[in-house]
């Protein structure tokens, strides 16, 4: 296989959210920072994973998809890799956000708070990591819905396409039914979604992420659902009725099998890489512990 992959990990970190993005010329981006399980350990941080196993001095991006506690719990990570750029729904209310915050939790939005104000500027394009020409080739594109009521910050989530040797990968946050309809009035965006081979589902998998007509677009090979044991997954037979099925690779014992949905709670870190072998044919290998 090619060197110049791109490579995605999706983390267990139980209820939570978090993705690590490294593109083929070896920039780092990181799509939510949720925290949890990764073998056992409860108090897991994927950032300091990164540093400490992968050799992650610097992000390049980070994306906060919304700031609930569960895709924002391992904030207090953010400044020791000095990220470049922040990417979050820069138009929600204070209050909002705020809303039915445990006291005990509030440390962490004050962190979000004081970062949100920090990222003010806009990227240069000779930093933005979104440009092909920056990041080996990759094309990033990434949506706001902004229309839906601020009582509900789930549909202000951030939504990243990520396209790469003729794959493509949807990150969504905890989008729910009026956020995807908004996006789908959008020319651009049901252009940027269709065939999409992975899709990383909202809302943990729950019912309420689920919008039928997105699927309208694309039938993903492939659906990953970020859950814990305890978080309601009632989609996961739905997500796995619109997919097609992928061949995944087991990384402890080689074996292999095809599936149509992955979960974080059942099947543990989940890598998605994606390039071009030396025959020049484009390639997506997925694999599970």
Not at 121 to 131: A, F, H, R, S, T
């Amino acid at each position: 296989m090619s060197q110049s992959a791109l490579e995605i990990v999706f983390w267990d970190v139980q209820h939570g959210s978090a993705v690590y993005v490294k593109t083929p010329n070896g920039l780092h981006i990181v799509h939510d920072m949720g925290t949890g399980s990764y073998g056992g350990e409860a108090s897991f941080s994927p950032l300091l994973h990164l540093r400490k196993n992968y050799g992650v001095i610097r992000l390049d991006k980070v994306v906060i998809t919304h700031p609930h506690k569960d895709h924002i719990q391992d904030i207090m990570q953010f400044e020791g890799l000095s990220p470049r750029v922040l990417m979050r729904p820069k138009h929600l209310p204070k209050e909002e956000i705020l809303k039915n915050v445990n006291e005990e939790d509030k440390y962490l939005f004050d962190k979000y708070f004081l970062i949100n104000e920090r990222y003010s500027q806009p990227v240069p394009d000779e930093n933005n990591p979104d440009l092909p020409v920056n990041n080996g080739g990759v094309e990033i594109k990434t949506f706001v819905p902004s229309k839906c009521s601020t009582s509900n910050i789930n549909n202000h989530s951030v939504i990243t396409i990520i396209s790469y040797a003729k794959s493509k990968i949807l990150l969504s946050g905890d989008n729910e039914s009026a956020s995807w309809q908004e996006l789908l009035e959008q020319d651009s965006f049901k252009s940027a979604i269709a065939d999409v081979d992975v899709f990383f589902a909202s809302h943990h998998g729950r019912d309420s992420g689920f919008c039928s007509d997105t699927f309208n677009f694309f039938k993903p090979y492939l659906t990953v659902i970020s859950d814990g044991g305890f978080c309601d997954t009632s989609a996961t037979g739905r997500y796995s009725s619109v997919s097609k099925g992928w061949l995944v690779h087991h990384r402890g014992d080689g074996t292999t099998e095809t599936r149509n949905c992955l979960t974080t709670r059942n099947d543990g870190v989940i890598i998605a890489k994606m390039g071009v072998n030396s025959d020049s044919k484009p390639y997506m290998q997925v694999s599970i512990n």
